[in-house]
């Protein structure tokens, strides 16, 4: 069992910053692939970023590249997504997850969201412009 709670979210003017952090509990976490994902009102969720467990392999949505990261700290459970030049359609609820993809799971297993077994109860990042 996996528990995950987001943190870092918040409202920023276009073209800021944030880290999220999604703080992990249980003592499996390493052994977890990592996702992000986010939803906006009115919309389905959708894939952002992964991680496999090492850390080694990232993957990342087309909208997204060159703009967020994603990292991990195996040693403290946590998993970060760094979002630069953000934009007002950014804005969203943004959400963890935990999925069992081992690292050569190809990136549309890391992108499907069926794939992830425990989530976070997200936290909402808005935009303005």
């Known amino acids: 069992q996996v528990q995950l709670v987001e943190s870092g979210g918040g409202l920023v003017q276009a073209g800021g910053s944030l880290r999220l952090s999604c703080a992990a509990s249980g003592r499996t976490f390493s052994s977890y692939a990592m996702g992000w994902f986010r939803q906006a009102p009115g919309k389905e969720r959708e894939f952002v970023a992964a991680?496999?467990?090492?850390?080694?392999?990232?993957y990342y949505a087309d909208f997204v590249k060159g703009r967020f990261t994603i990292s991990r700290d195996n040693a403290k459970n946590t998993v970060y997504l760094q979002m630069n030049s953000l934009k007002p359609e950014d804005t969203a609820v943004y959400y963890c997850a935990a999925g069992a993809m081992s690292s050569r799971s190809p990136m549309s297993s890391h992108e499907d969201d069926n794939e992830y077994y425990y989530w976070g109860q997200g936290t909402q990042v808005t935009v303005s412009s």
């Open positions: 991680i496999e467990w090492s850390g080694g392999i990232t």
